[in-house]
């Protein structure tokens, strides 16, 4: 090979293009089909690379310039293929192969509600395990999609659907990108889905997907999606960079959202009803994808160690659009938790350089989110804003580094920022007062929630609850003082009665009745925890609570429902002979065609009252190997405490043994 393993391919080849004509086949979980990639040859090199994970590939050709397609001479060992040939200085070439896959990871084949949903994941996972490409982030190309699946359901991948011509039985995909981009952000998503089209005030055209029975879900879901693109457009300076922007929901993800150009797939755990938004809401997740179609996507990291430049900055930018619709008060005490979530981190022994590649995510993201804000409060907005758009405009479509940035605002503001970035970006100790002390000073709410102390209680105390105070303030009081709590206090916002719900356990008899009327609040975290606590509080009351709630469901992890059945099996005479049902409605939510936030949620309650089946266990094995490595974990250590409970113990081993 020519080049050195110092040498990056980057400096001896730029590619332009990668086209792809595609097919899935779902029934053995297989990807394939023609690729070609058009490429100029910077410097002279005898071979070139493509990565390719476990991939059968042949009929490899080559094309330069107006010349005929000839075979091309390659080397495959798995990883990558290598193409052999003289490659000339200054000459643009067109390789072509064919290639199929049964991909490892990057690629998903999730069941449905008995229909395929197909879903890429290209971030940590390597794009290449799916569509042969080039993993360095630093190569950006122009990638153009084309797919063939089954008429009954949509296709989506980044860029501009151009066309989708009907086969029999079948639809041939075509999407279409106009400016290059990092094979990482390279997505697709195949499902059932309906669609709700927008427009920004930019005229940037927005597809909000959803399943077919979630029409009611998709204003609560996405609700501010245009207010918030619009105020990013506005905020960072610089229009959106891309043609259109498209949002798909998908089961099991592995993340809450994934920010592929010009296409956010995030959970589907996020879609949800009216109810749902006080407490769980994707509008946090919504803006900060949005924010990396600039910070991630247009710009894009040279490498690990400047990984703030995409989370620092889609962090910072999120809470912008939040504090645009939920005011100062918000904005100022998600910093306060970013900071209490950064100082625990500290406190744990954690804390590492932001620019470490190593870094946590609460570091990438959090204490990336409180430079920038620190950064504006110290330069002022103009220096601030001004240099951002420098920097976006500057290094459009390509890579940058952590100085690249810092240079910007050194020239816009005049300030010299050596000292700031040793403390902010190099050091890794946490200015925690600093943090502290600004955000006590720049925000009343914050303020007033650091000095307010119930801890030993004083005749004040009483009378927080009902005066004007932050929501979170009142929190912290209930928090403080759970049996304190007075019939007024009650009179208080959906949170600041939620606080209620989950503080006061005990529950006076004079309280009861504004206690019941919790059941009533639109909250389901409000719900769970007053249900739990008056079935507990009150014996004699089980059956006209469980009567009164047996209708609720909740979040799709069914957090109400999966604790009424749990409740109403161990209430004893209250409808006996539908226990079995109840029981075994338990069971089936454990099923994989459910999501695993639901079945998580169920093996913990058939945990805590003791009751797996072999069914449940059957479903626990399984659990044990999914493709989503924080529920597979949850599942690994569940199974491993049942197999030393002797109930378990030998259906386990035998189950086990049967799998393989
Ligand atoms: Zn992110």
């Known amino acids: 090979m020519c080049f050195s393993t110092q040498a990056q391919q980057t400096d001896f080849v730029d590619f332009k293009k990668a086209n792809a004509l595609l097919g899935i086949n779902p029934n053995n979980s297989s990807i394939g089909g023609k690729v070609w990639y058009v490429l100029d040859v910077i410097k002279e090199t005898d071979s070139i690379y493509i990565d390719a994970v476990n991939m059968d590939i042949k009929n490899v050709e080559i094309r330069y ?36 896959v049964i991909p490892k990871k990057a690629l998903y084949f999730v069941e449905r509600e008995s229909t395929h949903q197909i879903w890429t994941q290209g971030q940590g996972k390597y794009t290449s395990n799916w569509l042969p490409s080039i993993d360095d982030m630093n190569e950006k190309m122009i990638f153009n999609i084309s797919l063939t699946f089954n008429e009954d359901y949509k296709v989506i991948s980044n860029g501009l659907q151009t066309a989708n011509i009907p086969l029999p039985g079948m639809v041939k995909w075509h999407f279409q990108m106009q400016k290059p981009m990092s094979s990482y952000l390279v997505a697709l998503a195949i499902g059932k889905y309906d669609k709700k089209e927008l427009t920004s005030k930019s005229g940037i055209p927005i597809e909000l997907y959803y399943y077919p029975e979630d029409s009611s879900k998709v204003e609560p879901t996405y609700r501010y999606t245009k207010q918030m693109f619009d105020f990013l457009e506005e ?25 592929n150009t010009s296409l956010t797939i995030f959970s589907d755990d996020f879609m949800i009803d009216e109810t749902a938004f006080i407490d769980k809401n994707y509008v946090n997740v919504n803006a900060h994808e949005l924010a990396h179609q600039w910070f991630g996507d247009l710009v894009t990291e040279t490498e690990g160690k400047h990984h703030w430049l995409q989370e620092g900055f889609a962090t910072y930018y999120a809470l912008l659009a939040e504090r645009d619709i939920f005011g100062d008060d918000y904005y100022y005490w998600r910093l306060y938790e970013y900071a209490l979530e950064l100082l625990a981190q500290e406190q744990a022994g954690q804390n590492t350089p932001l620019m470490d590649p190593k870094a946590s995510s ?9 430079l920038l804000h620190m950064l504006r409060d110290k330069v002022g907005d103009e220096a601030f804003k001004k240099a951002v758009k420098s920097y976006l405009q500057k290094y459009k479509f390509k890579n940058v580094k952590t100085n690249y940035f810092i240079q910007e605002i050194e020239d816009t503001s005049g300030i010299s920022l050596t000292k700031f970035v ?101 909250s389901y975290l409000t719900i769970e925890a007053a249900l739990y606590h008056l079935w507990l509080n009150f014996p004699k009351e089980r059956k006209k609570y469980l009567d009164k709630t047996k209708d609720i469901i909740g979040f799709n992890n069914k957090n109400i429902k999966t604790l009424w059945l749990v409740l109403a099996l161990n209430t004893q005479g209250y409808r006996d002979q539908e226990k079995q049902f109840y029981y075994n409605e338990l069971v089936d939510y454990t099923s994989s065609k ?67």
């Open 65 to 100: 310039e107006n010349s005929n397609t000839q075979d091309l001479d390659f080397y495959y060992d798995n990883k990558r293929l290598w193409l052999i040939h003289d490659f000339k200085k200054n000459k643009k070439y067109t390789v072509y192969f064919d290639y199929e």
């Open 235 to 259: 905020e960072i300076g610089v229009p959106y960079p891309w043609q259109n922007y498209k949002q798909v929901p998908v089961k099991d993800f592995l993340y809450s959202g994934m920010e």
């Open 362 to 370: 609460a570091t990438f993201y959090k204490k990336g989110a409180w």
């Open 422 to 522: 040793d403390d902010w970006l190099l050091s890794d100790t946490l200015l925690y007062n600093e943090m502290e002390t600004h955000l006590s000073t720049v925000s009343n709410a914050v303020n007033g929630y650091l000095k307010i102390d119930c801890e030993g209680y004083s005749s004040k105390c009483s009378e927080y609850l009902t005066s004007y105070l932050f929501d979170e303030s009142k929190v912290k009081v209930i928090e403080q003082m759970p049996n304190k709590i007075q019939s007024k206090d009650f009179k208080n916002s959906i949170k600041v009665r939620q606080a209620i719900a989950q503080n006061v356990t005990k529950i006076p008899l004079e309280l009861k009745a504004q206690y019941e009327s919790l059941l009533n609040d639109k």
């Open 594 to 660: 459910n999501g695993f936030q639901l079945r998580q949620n169920t093996f913990s309650y058939l945990n805590s009252i003791n009751a797996f089946n072999e069914t449940a266990l059957t479903n626990l094995i399984n659990a044990s190997k999914h493709h989503n490595w924080r529920f597979k974990s949850f599942a690994r250590d569940l199974l491993k405490s049942l197999s030393e409970n002797e109930k378990y113990k030998k259906i386990i081993t035998n189950l086990q043994s049967k799998d393989k």
